[in-house]
Every structure is written in C-alpha cells, then in structure tokens.
C-alpha cells in the first residue's frame, strides 16, 4: 500500500500528513512524543477499507506549533477541525492512540457533524491527578550539552517509557507489561523528539489536564473505547462508567489491528476528495513531495519558479538536509526565486531503490526534479558536498545551468582524498545501546575543533574558527540522523569526487564563496584559482548578501529562464554572440 506525504495550509500554519488508501476517511492522530510516522504499519491495515489520513499535531513532525503558549486537548481538537477544512474534507472517522485518542475523543465531542465515531485506542485516563511538579519532573527538558550525552540520555528516556511506567520510575513495581521495541523503532522515536525539540513538552502536557471522562456526558455521536493489555492505560478500565462502547483488543499488533479495522468499519464517514496544493505562507518555503522512481523527494520554494527569473537551485550538504538553509532560501528569496530539494536518502527524502548514493545519482534526481516542476534553467550553488552535485550538473547538462555557485566545495587534492578514504566516515547504522548517535555527535563535532577531522593532534587544530555550540550542532546531527543508513556512504562519494577535471570543463559563469568558518573555508582559494573563479569570502550571517551581488552581476541574458539561444551561459572565450560575460561582482 503506497503511503504518500503532503503539507497543507492551515490559516498562517502549516500541517504535514501521511495518506494512503481510497474510501470513507479515518482521521489518524498519534500518541506523543512522536509523529504521525508511527501510524505507517497500521495505515497499511486500514487503508484496506478506508482513506487514511495521519496527521502530524500541531509541534510535531513536520506540522507547526499553535500560537498557544499551552494548548489544551480542545485546541488541538478543533487545529483538526481546521485542518480538515483546509482539506475540504466534511465527515471522518477519528482515531487516535494515547494523546492522539484525547484529541480523537474531544474532536467527537466538539464537532460531531465532522465526525462518524472515534475509536480511542488507550485513551489516557489517570487515577489521580499529577501535580505540576511531578509533571515537570515527567516530561524532562532536552538541554543540549557539548559532550552530547543530552542524546544518548535521550535515548534510554525513550526505550524506558516502553520498560516502565511512568518511565522515570524505574523498578520491579513499575514494570511494563510489554515488550521493548526495536531499534529502528526506538531510533525513529528519539529523531522524532529532537524534531519536536523543548515544545515535546507542549502537546504532551494537555492530556495529563484534560478532563479525561467528563468528556462522555458530551458525546453525540459513537465513541469506541479500545484497551489492549500491554498497555500502559490498560489498568484504567475500571474507572470507565458503565454502558460506554468499550472493546478489549487483543494484544498483538496484527489481531488488534484488524479488530480496531472492523470497529471503525461501524460508522464509516465519507470519500475525501484528492489532496489539495499547498498554499504559499509570506515569508517561508512552500513545500510538497514529488514523486519519483517510488519514492518520495521533499521540494522547498521561494517565489515563482516559472517565471521570467531564473531561480537558485539550492542544493545541500550530502550527507544533510534542506531544513538547515531555510533563512538562506527566505533571505534570497526576496530578490530571486529559490527552489531546494532534500537529496533521495537524505533528510525527508525517500532513498530510491538500492539507496545508491553518489553524485551522479544526485544529479540526475536533480535534474527529473526540476523536469516535473517544469524548470528549465537554474543558478546552481551547491554547498560543501553539494557543489559536487552542482558542478555536475554544470558539465553534464550545461543547457540547464546558468551559472555556478560553489559554497565552500568539499574539494579535496590527490594528498587529502587518500588520507580521507583512509579514515572513512563513521557508520550510523542504529545501535541498541544508541551509541550511534554519539558517533554522528562527535565526528561533526571533530570536523569543527582539527582538519582533518581524525587527526586530533594540536598541529592539526582546523585552520578555522570552530561552530561549537550544542544546539546547532543537535540541529544538525539530527538532521543527518534521519537518514543513518546514507551516511557513510554520502561522505565516500564527496572524498571520492573527482573535481578538477570536471571543473577545467565548466563553461559557465562562477564563483566559489564561503563563511570565514566553514567546514571547507580554507579550501576555497586554490579551488576558485583551479577554475577560473573568483572567491568571495561573505562576513557572518551575509551569506544572501553575497549570491544576490554575484547573481546582480550577472547580464540580463544570464538571469532569464530562457536563458541563450546557443543553450548554455558560456565563459568568456567561448561565447556566442548574445551570451552572457559576467561582470566584475
């Protein structure tokens, strides 16, 4: 059963959702602190019968926080009223799991002519009610710190909320009564809080003050109250009044899965219509999936990509992810049109089949991006691993690249790519004990104190100054975390890169740039002298400031999406009349 991502706009928010599956909608809602990933096994069940929508709440995953300092159960309630909504969707069925089944519940409660029934799959109901101490104490603040044991601390916080409960009681009379999941599943959890970073503690605060049972004397329409043993609410079932609609599921995934399909088979609500576009935010990236070769690719846009301007294709760090260049995309597009794409196997990019990863994969995902956007011609500035994937497309489809803007190009000489291959990347393949979280930590964190990044001797302190603050860093080992399995293999294709030929036989416009405290800075000037380019080394934070003066310089012919009518941007000693020469920047 295909799964496929979309965002939508919600107001001045934006929500992310999973859909699979065709006829009467189920509304989704997972527990917290993850995201609406968690429902992918049970969307492959449901969506036998039904429509599957799984929503990210509002601070989780890939979905915007509400503009409430402490939202309650009912807000989020009515955020899925909205949202679907803005989804044009008039009648579903809810679900949810732990916080999700509050929000499923209360959503019944509030907007029962938007709701069939709700099916509450270990609705969170309390024999006394926590104090705000205690709560405190339960939903613990991530405090990033420079060692990254904040990660691995993370980790065992994560595995020990499926082996205790509550999880920071931690004895034989706390025990769970179920077993702990696997690693990957742990891994996908611990990433899912960093994404939700401090908030976590937002939404997962509201069903602890939520009034839990009251909420029946309110109901309207059929509610389904499902306890499965394992389950840390399984000891509440006492506490329910009687007559409700209650159902024992089984404890076993598959069999619970197929009797909670059956319930919500009860009351089924409407067929969705197809999902709608998502609507531009002033001041922020669009963002959709694309689909290709059977997965899906992350695009983020600033301004018109098809319009009379050519726009910046923004190509990132491998291994990395579009989410770091955000400010970059918005700064820069106020003046040019921005279009970025998570590489496949990277940040929220599916890999494609085999998960090859090299550049001229890269590249090629790149360019059938671009064909389904319908752009014909871009500016490519690839950053640190990116620029190989821009400098490929510069030489391999010159038609399509206007000019060439390499940001501190990882571009290694003959001496330092075998020293580098010598000391490959670390796996980050999960580990049980989250041991592989502290390796990403420490070799991102070593890339920044010696070059190279192996040698920790003092003649080899980088030549550079370091970027060593711990919640930057989180942001960015996060970043890759999402994808382990491309790491190592991402960073053997940039060392391996054969760059100087591949430059010698660019015929574009160019310049090679960089922040004075890049990972790859020092590298920039034999690079630019190598091709031909001009280096600008831009000041702090003015990086925009920087490709908007060398894209201005650029003559008009260079910057329009039609570009020259002998094809590509040529440089200077190989232009045809009506090419563009760049000017001094």
Not at 80 to 104: E, P
Not at 315 to 340: F, T
Not at 508 to 527: M, Y
């Amino acid at each position: 059963m295909k799964i496929t991502r979309h965002f939508v706009t919600v107001g001045e928010r934006r929500v992310h959702y999973l859909r699979a599956g065709s006829g009467p909608a189920v509304a989704m809602l997972h527990a917290c602190p993850v995201s609406a990933k968690v429902m992918r096994p049970l969307m492959q069940i449901f969506a036998r019968r039904f429509t599957c929508l799984a929503f990210d709440m509002p601070g989780f995953g890939q979905s915007d926080k509400l503009p409430i300092a402490q939202p309650s159960v009912e807000d989020f309630a009515d955020a899925l009223a909205d949202t679907l909504t803005a989804l044009g969707i008039q009648k579903v069925a809810s679900y949810g799991r732990h916080t999700g089944a509050s929000i499923a519940v209360e959503f019944a409660a509030r907007h029962p002519k938007l709701c069939s029934m709700a099916l509450a799959d270990g609705y969170a109901v309390f024999t006394s009610r926590y104090s705000d101490e205690a709560l405190e104490r339960y939903l613990e603040p991530i405090t990033p710190a420079w060692d990254g044991a904040h990660l691995l601390r993370l980790w065992f916080r994560y595995r020990d909320q499926h082996a205790f409960w509550p999880w920071n009681a931690q004895d034989d009379a706390h025990r769970s009564d179920t077993d702990t999941p696997d690693t990957d599943f742990l891994h996908r959890g611990v990433i899912e809080m960093l994404e939700a970073g401090n908030d976590y503690r937002i939404g997962y605060r509201a069903p602890f003050r939520h009034r839990e049972l009251e909420v029946i004397a309110d109901l309207n329409v059929p509610v389904c109250f499902g306890n499965r043993p394992g389950d840390s609410m399984y000891k509440t079932r006492p506490l329910y009044p009687a007559g409700i609609w209650d159902a024992d599921v089984p404890r076993e995934f598959q069999a619970a899965s197929e009797m909670e399909l059956d319930l919500l088979s009860k009351h089924p609500a409407e067929t969705p219509p197809a999902a709608p576009e998502c609507a531009p935010i002033a001041g922020r990236s669009t963002d959709r999936f694309i689909d290709l070769h059977g997965a899906q690719i992350l695009v983020r846009s600033v301004g018109d990509l098809n319009g009379p301007v050519a726009p910046l294709l923004l190509i990132h760090h491998a291994p990395g992810a579009s989410w770091l260049y955000r400010s970059l995309m918005n700064e820069v597009g106020q003046k040019v049109p921005v279009v970025a794409i998570d590489l496949p196997g990277h940040g929220e990019s599916e890999p494609l089949p085999g998960n090859p990863q090299t550049v001229v994969t890269w590249a090629d995902t790149v360019i059938a991006v671009l064909d389904q956007l319908s752009v014909t011609r871009v500016h490519a500035l690839g950053h640190l691993g990116g620029a190989a994937v821009a400098l490929e497309l510069a030489v391999g489809r010159p038609e399509r690249v206007a000019s060439l803007l390499l940001d501190s190009p990882f571009f290694l000489n003959d001496a330092d790519r075998a020293l580098f291959r010598s000391h490959p990347a670390p796996s980050l393949e999960p580990d049980p004990e989250g041991f592989h979280l502290l390796r990403a930590w420490h070799h991102l964190r070593d890339a920044e104190l010696w070059w190279p990044w192996f040698r920790r001797e003092k003649a080899f302190q980088s030549p550079r100054p370091s970027r060593l603050d711990p919640e930057a860093l989180t942001e960015r080992a996060r970043e890759v975390l999402k994808q382990p399995h491309s790491y190592a293999a991402a960073w053997r294709s940039v060392v391996n890169y054969a760059w100087s030929g591949r430059l010698a036989a660019c015929v574009q416009p160019r310049v090679v740039l960089a922040d004075h405290n890049d990972l790859a800075s020092h590298l920039v000037d034999p690079i630019a002298k190598a091709g031909n380019a001009r280096a600008l080394r831009g000041e702090p934070g003015r990086k925009a400031e920087t490709i908007l003066r060398f894209l201005d310089s650029l003559p008009a012919s260079c910057s329009t999406a039609g570009g020259c009518q002998t094809g590509a941007c040529c440089s200077p000693g190989a232009c045809q009349p009506g090419c563009c020469t760049p000017t001094q920047p």
